[in-house]
């Protein structure tokens, strides 16, 4: 909860959904201390390089498997492994879809829900992401979004291009947004993180972790090509 008014569900779009404090201090605790984990090398959180030349302002660590623009592969950049997505992440994931849909979660394509990558992203007070749609994934079940720490201006676009029409909204340490259906290709990026808005409470004294998780209707392959 953000002041003394509490924030309310939202449902951003057709198949957007934005739920407020989802998670509490000791859960976003335990995320942010299993982020940290899954940060140290081998197959560590790096800056992404991308075909430009240019490089990502978020830092990033994949588990299931490894995104480099535009595709997955099994193997990171320092030649390592990608870790693991731990099954009680990917359980999450099922409980956070079915919080957003409920009964038409069936609807948007999550009524089984197996996510088995995730992205975790670290946004230090100056770094955003760009407007991109996520479509890397062979599979068109939802996208979920946990948010911790620092609080961020995310922008929700349509599925045609990087412009207008979009919206903005603030998200909190412990909110969730998942998008599907409709909006699984939306554009949308991050416009700004609020610097001085951390909850040391939640062992992150700076900054923003981002998880997103994602089915990628991906079969391993039987040799990796990096």
């Given at each position: 909860?953000?002041?003394?008014?509490?924030?309310?569900?939202?449902?951003?779009?057709?198949?957007?959904?934005?739920?407020?404090?989802?998670?509490?201090?000791?859960?976003?605790?335990?995320?942010?201390?299993?982020?940290?984990?899954?940060?140290?090398?081998?197959?560590?959180?790096?800056?992404?390089?991308?075909?430009?030349?240019?490089?990502?302002?978020?830092?990033?660590?994949?588990?299931?498997?490894?995104?480099?623009?535009?595709?997955?592969?099994?193997?990171?950049?320092?030649?390592?492994?990608?870790?693991?997505?731990?099954?009680?992440?990917?359980?999450?994931?099922?409980?956070?879809?079915?919080?957003?849909?409920?009964?038409?979660?069936?609807?948007?394509?999550?009524?089984?829900?197996?996510?088995?990558?995730a992205l975790v992203n670290f946004y230090d007070d100056v770094a955003r992401m760009g407007m991109h749609q996520d479509r890397e994934e062979q599979s068109t079940a939802p996208v979920v979004s946990i948010s911790l720490g620092a609080a961020c201006m995310f922008r929700l676009g349509n599925t045609e291009n990087r412009n207008r029409p979009w919206i903005d909204v603030r998200l909190e340490s412990g909110d969730l947004l998942v998008f599907g259906g409709p909006a699984r290709l939306a554009f949308h990026g991050v416009a700004k993180t609020f610097a001085g808005s951390c909850r040391s409470a939640i062992g992150l004294a700076t900054g923003r972790l981002n998880i997103t998780l994602r089915e990628s209707g991906l079969s391993a392959p039987s040799s990796d090509q990096k």
């Open positions: 909860m953000t002041g003394l008014v509490a924030r309310q569900r939202a449902d951003l779009a057709p198949g957007a959904v934005h739920i407020p404090d989802w998670l509490g201090a000791e859960r976003q605790a335990e995320l942010v201390a299993a982020c940290r984990e899954w940060a140290r090398p081998p197959a560590g959180m790096r800056h992404t390089l991308l075909p430009t030349g240019a490089v990502m302002s978020v830092q990033t660590v994949c588990l299931g498997w490894h995104w480099v623009p535009y595709r997955y592969g099994k193997t990171a950049d320092d030649g390592a492994p990608v870790k693991p997505l731990p099954d009680w992440l990917a359980a999450l994931g099922r409980q956070a879809v079915a919080d957003a849909y409920g009964v038409d979660a069936a609807a948007f394509h999550g009524a089984d829900y197996r996510a088995d990558v």
